[in-house]
């Protein structure tokens, strides 16, 4: 047995949502396997064995124990959507939107998107990297081991290369999994907009200047698109898209979020990896992206936090076979949360679906909408040793306590990833 290895005993339960090592869909999703009595080796950076606690304490003697105390262990979540690199919040519009200053019209004033735009583009590298490394560690402190980071407010050659460049340094500065999409096409840039071919340069721009250097330079695994009525058409879309597959880059689209355009079904037809958002998906999205195996991701918080009485309609997604996933959308503008617990809530409670298949939404099908679940998602022998270490004693209290702060602890990769509280993580 080797030095880095280690024993977790002495938990109430270990949900481990082990089972095939790709997305579930269907009835897949309503069991997250619930163990008592059991242990479980982690060697290096790997599950090694899940088995009953008193044999593994004999097989593998000498091993340093970690004594969960009661608490509940799964593995660590996904979190496969998150736009984490900005300046500054944009707290100012929460308020207006409240009193009803609609979207165009916070737009006009100066906010939105393009507020975030304008602010990136004056902030230096190692800038970003100081505002998004605290808000990183602050995901994995509510469970999440593996976070998606997405590009999209620079929206210039420089200003999105220097973006993936942060999160490139982030993944490298953090024990954290950290996967980089580009979203070039977040947006239209204000100054495109207002010229005649503006929109017809933009997209050469994305196309044939800033994608040739994320593929050459290797910035991002995912390209992503805002295919949305006023952003990208379903062509410019599916133009971009297929030419970032062309390069060697998965595809995630933002489809569907305020209206039925056609995303969900360019998602199908584009086999992508991932559709997100979905709030106003048709019947024939919906069988899209069931005939393509594309994991539905859902943002419940951004609804929420929009003040929105809607929903992306989880039940009917996964009736028809779409695998769900479940992720924050962590951005300055719609969904400022860092808290993963806070959405598997929301699952439960707004998108009415069950804690198991909450918690497989957000380990095993958060994995699959990066293209990862053959080793990461699951408590199982040869997966990437990502787990937390919750301080509840029944999984059911995860959802339960909402907003609540419960991660005592977590590894990513078989390394501390956020320890609450060291000693007690450590007691052995
Ligand atoms: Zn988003």
Redo the contacts with the bound molecule.
């Keep these: 047995m080797s030095a880095d290895a280690l024993l977790f005993v002495n938990a109430a339960q270990i949900v481990t949502c082990a089972g095939p090592a790709r997305a579930r869909r269907g009835s897949e999703m309503s069991d997250a396997v619930i163990q008592t009595g059991v242990a479980v080796l982690v060697e290096g950076d790997t599950i090694k064995e899940i088995g009953p606690e008193d044999a593994l304490r004999r097989s593998a003697a000498g091993v340093t124990e970690i004594n969960c105390n009661g608490g509940v262990i799964t593995p660590g979540f996904a979190d496969s959507?998150?736009?984490a690199i900005f300046g500054r919040a944009r707290y100012e519009e929460q308020e207006l939107r409240a009193t009803g200053v609609p979207y165009m019209e916070i737009a006009r004033r100066g906010g939105g998107i393009h507020a975030s735009v304008r602010d990136l583009r004056t902030r230096s590298e190692d800038d970003l990297f100081s505002l998004a490394q605290p808000r990183l560690r602050a995901l994995a402190s509510s469970g999440v081991t593996t976070v998606e980071v997405?590009s999209?407010y620079g929206l210039s050659l420089d200003d999105e290369i220097k973006t993936l460049r942060v999160i490139k340094r982030l993944a490298d500065a953090l024990p954290m999994r950290i996967v980089p999409t580009w979203?070039g096409a977040?947006e239209i840039p204000l100054d495109y907009r207002e010229r005649t071919d503006g929109r017809r340069e933009y997209l050469d721009l994305l196309v044939n200047d800033m994608l040739p250097v994320v593929a050459r330079e290797q910035l991002a695994q995912f390209a992503?698109v805002?295919c949305e009525p006023g952003v990208f058409t379903v062509d410019e879309s599916r133009e971009i898209l297929t030419a970032a597959r062309s390069a060697g880059l998965g595809i995630k689209m933002?489809a569907d979020?305020l209206s039925s355009g056609g995303a969900a079904e360019l998602a199908g037809e584009l086999r992508a990896t991932s559709a997100?958002?979905l709030a106003a998906v048709s019947d024939a999205g919906i069988s899209a992206l069931a005939a393509a195996g594309t994991v539905a991701t859902l943002?419940p918080g951004?609804m929420l936090f929009l003040g929105k009485t809607s929903q992306a309609p989880a039940r009917r997604l996964i009736e028809a076979g779409v695998p769900v996933a479940l992720a924050t959308?962590f951005?300055p503008g719609?969904?400022p949360t860092t808290n993963f617990p806070l959405i598997l809530t929301l699952g439960v409670s707004q998108l009415r679906l069950s804690v198991a298949e909450v918690l497989i939404a957000g380990t095993v099908n958060g994995a699959a909408a990066l293209g990862i679940a053959d080793r990461v998602g699951q408590l199982a022998p040869g997966f990437s040793a990502d787990l937390v270490l919750w301080d509840v004693s029944d999984v059911r209290e995860l959802p339960y306590w909402y907003g609540a702060g419960r991660c005592h602890a977590s590894w990513a990769r078989g390394k501390p990833c956020h320890v609450h509280d060291l000693a007690l993580a450590f007691r052995s």
Excluded: A, I, P, V
Aim: glycine share 6%.
């Design positions: 959507h998150t736009h997405k999209g979203l977040h992503d805002f933002h979020e997100d958002h943002l951004t959308d951005n719609t969904s």
